[in-house]
């Protein structure tokens, strides 16, 4: 029996999640949900406490997270998405943000070129160095001098492991995704591994684009591409680009893993959305792809590929959220999709 930890979150992140467990149950794989609903902005504000010691070891025993959203737009401070996504991020060594996009349907390209379409690719995203490790500092801070920095740190240790496990996951490709010809250090260290990991593995292609020449395909031919890895500030946007090309925020999933340890935190690629949040009308597809992505790394593939050929089925008949042009709730998209498995 394989224990699952809840993390539904704020916002739409409740409403989603409930879909995508309800959705997980239908499947009758024998799993089991250990829900941690008080770990949210409510209870931050109460205590000030965003994710505690004895949560944190709940999660850490558990092989798989699944989280909806963390954010609330009543809460100013970093430290509370500090402390919930980035120490399970850190903490657990959560060092590779693995984020298929893979177009569900024709009607939902917002491309127009009928080739540029048939998107299907994952972006490896290094998920615990580059810019956003909180290194940095600021010399004269609020005057007219102020000189601000934020050190982008690539270590040989992180950028060979991520390379690798692009290489491990391809079917066909690697794409090495830099600006090495500006950036001179990472750079020369993000293409000395990516090198020594074609190397390693002569079966995969391997091919290297500068980050603003990928974001240009990504729009005009997003079709070419298998796998894309690169560093934490470039994946965070090129993975945005590739969900939006492969038919919008609400339908993208993603995975934060450490393949050494067998570990998967699986999120929607979108946010709280306090926007439509309490309004019934988000869309559960990121949510319940994400599960899917879940189970196909507890090994239930096939159950995975029926969720994924529901899902596509669901939003070919129209059956979906306004987002995607549908007229269902929340709960109704959700059933929508089980009604087909
Ligand atoms: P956060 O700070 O938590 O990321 P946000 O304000 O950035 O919140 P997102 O969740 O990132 O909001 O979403 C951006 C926009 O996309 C929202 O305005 C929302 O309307 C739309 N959106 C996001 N997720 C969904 C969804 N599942 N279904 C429908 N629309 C969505
Ligand atoms: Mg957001």
Request: glycine residues 10%; aromatic residues 6%.
């Amino acid at each position: 029996m394989s224990v699952i930890t809840v993390i539904p979150g704020d916002g739409i992140g409740p409403e989603v999640i409930e879909q995508a467990m309800l959705t997980l149950d239908r499947l009758q794989l024998g799993l089991e949900f250990d829900v941690l609903d008080h770990v949210n902005a409510d209870t931050f504000l109460r205590t000030g406490v965003a994710l505690c010691d004895e949560d944190f070891e709940r999660v850490r025993s558990s092989r798989s997270v699944l989280l909806g959203a963390i954010g609330d737009p009543r809460v100013g401070s970093p430290a509370y998405g500090r402390g919930v996504l980035l120490r399970l991020r850190f903490e657990l060594d959560l060092y590779v943000n693995h984020r298929p996009a893979k177009l569900l349907h024709d009607r939902l390209s917002p491309l127009r070129a009928d080739s540029a379409r048939a998107v299907d690719c994952i972006v490896i995203r290094e998920n615990t160095e580059g810019l956003y490790t909180g290194a940095g500092g600021s010399v004269h801070p609020g005057s007219e001098h102020e000189i601000a920095l934020d050190v982008d740190l690539s270590t040989y240790h992180g950028t060979a492991r991520i390379v690798e496990y692009a290489f491990s996951i391809a079917r066909r490709e690697v794409c090495m995704v830099d600006k090495a010809n500006a950036v001179e250090f990472g750079g020369g260290l993000w293409q000395r591994c990516w090198r020594a990991a074609a190397a390693r593995h002569p079966d995969k292609a391997s091919r290297h684009l500068y980050v603003d020449a990928a974001a240009m395909q990504m729009v005009t031919d997003p079709t070419g591409f298998d796998v894309i890895v690169t560093n934490n500030s470039y994946g965070d946007i090129l993975s945005d680009i590739a969900s939006a090309v492969a038919g919008g925020i609400g339908t993208a999933a993603s995975a934060n893993l450490n393949p050494e340890r067998g570990f998967g935190l699986y999120e929607p690629v979108h946010g709280s959305a306090p926007d439509i949040a309490g309004k019934d009308i988000a869309n559960p597809v990121g949510a319940i792809l994400s599960a899917g992505l879940l189970i196909g790394d507890l090994g239930h593939h096939e159950a995975a590929a029926a969720l994924r050929a529901a899902i596509s089925q669901a939003v070919a008949a129209g059956e979906t959220t306004p987002d995607l042009g549908g007229s269902l709730d929340t709960r109704g998209a959700g059933e929508a999709i089980r009604a087909r498995l």
